[in-house]
C-alpha cells in the first residue's frame, strides 16, 4: 500500500464548513487530489484534555462544540464511520505511550468535520480522533507525532486541525482579511522552520512573536503533530497562506502529494466577518 500523505489545515472558523471561499476551495482541490485513505486520524485544536484517547466508536457522533453561529451550521452532522481496528492501531502505534479507548465520550468536533466536510463531502471515509493531553510538554506532542508517522505505511492519512497563529483577544472583527505584523512575521518563521527542519519545530518557541501568537498551545500543537510526522521524512510544503481577522493564520501544509492542484501560496480569499460574539473559533 503505497505510502499516505499528511496534512496540517489552518482551519479559522467553523462558518469555513457552509462557505466556499479562498481556503475552502484549496482544501477541495487537495481532497480531490488525494489518494483514498483507508481510514483518517485526525488530530484537532478542539479536544484539548487531560488524558491521551483516541475515539473508538463504530459511528462517532458530530459535535457542534460552538454558540453563537447560524442554525445551518448547528444542524449539520457528517455522518462518517468509525473504525475501532483503526483505533486500536493507534493505540499500539504510541507504545510505549499510554493512549485510551474513547468508546462514548466524544465523537468529531468542529476542528475535525469543518475540514473533512470539503476534504471528504463524501462522509464515507472511517475517521479517528486523537485527543491533545493538556498536561503534557511540546516535545511530548511532537514524539506522538513521529510514532503516527508509521500509520502512514497502512493507508492511514493523519490531519492535523489547528492554528499556526491564533490569539483571539487580539481579533479585529471589522478586519476580515487582515494580518498584525507579529502574525505574520510568527507565520513566516514557522514557514521557513517547517522548510527546513520540522523535527526542530519547537525552536519557534524562542521567536519574538511567540506568546502573541501563541498565547494558548491547543491551536498551535495540531502542527507539532504533523511536524513529528514529517521528522523523518522531509520538508512540510505550504499550499494556502492566508489570514483572518489580525491574529489568525490559516496557513495548510502538506507532505507526501502533489501540491500543483493549488494554484497559489500566497492569500487566499477570507472569509466574511463574523458577529463578535461568535468567538468559539
Not at 198 to 227: C, G, K, R
Not at 229 to 236: I, Q, T, W, Y
Amino acid at each position: 500500500m503505497a505510502q499516505m500523505p499528511a496534512l496540517f489545515i489552518g482551519h479559522g472558523s467553523p462558518m469555513n464548513t457552509l462557505e466556499l471561499n479562498g481556503f475552502t476551495r484549496g482544501w477541495r482541490a487537495v481532497g480531490n487530489t488525494l489518494p483514498r485513505p483507508r481510514a483518517i486520524v485526525v488530530v484537532s485544536a478542539h479536544w484539548f484534555f487531560g488524558a491521551t484517547a483516541v475515539t473508538a466508536m463504530e459511528r462517532p457522533r458530530t459535535i457542534h462544540d460552538f454558540y453563537g453561529f447560524p442554525p445551518e451550521l448547528s444542524a449539520f452532522e457528517y455522518p462518517t464511520p468509525g473504525a475501532p481496528d483503526v483505533a486500536a492501531e493507534v493505540v499500539e502505534a504510541l507504545k510505549p505511550i499510554w493512549c485510551g479507548l474513547d468508546h462514548d465520550q466524544w465523537g468529531l468536533d468542529h476542528g475535525a468535520w469543518s475540514v473533512l466536510a470539503h476534504l471528504f463531502p463524501d462522509a464515507d471515509i472511517p475517521v479517528v480522533q486523537l485527543s491533545i493531553n493538556a498536561l503534557k510538554p511540546m516535545a511530548y506532542h511532537l514524539d506522538v507525532g513521529r510514532k503516527l508517522a508509521a500509520l502512514r505505511e497502512k493507508g492511514i492519512l493523519i490531519l492535523g486541525s489547528g492554528n499556526v497563529v491564533h490569539n483571539l483577544r487580539r481579533v479585529e472583527w471589522d478586519k476580515p482579511d487582515s494580518a498584525f505584523d507579529w502574525a505574520e512575521r510568527f507565520d513566516d518563521a514557522v514557514m521557513e522552520q517547517l522548510a527546513v527542519d520540522p523535527a526542530n519545530i519547537l525552536s519557534v518557541a524562542q521567536h519574538p512573536d511567540y506568546e502573541l501568537a501563541v498565547p494558548t498551545p491547543d491551536h498551535f500543537i495540531p502542527m507539532v503533530y504533523v511536524a513529528g510526522v514529517a521528522s523523518e521524512s522531509g520538508p512540510l510544503d505550504p499550499f494556502l497562506k492566508g489570514y483572518a481577522m489580525g491574529s489568525l493564520s490559516m496557513t495548510c501544509y502538506a507532505i507526501g502529494m502533489d501540491l500543483s492542484c493549488v494554484e497559489a501560496k500566497g492569500a487566499a480569499e477570507i472569509p466574511e466577518d463574523v458577529p463578535a460574539d461568535q468567538t468559539n473559533i
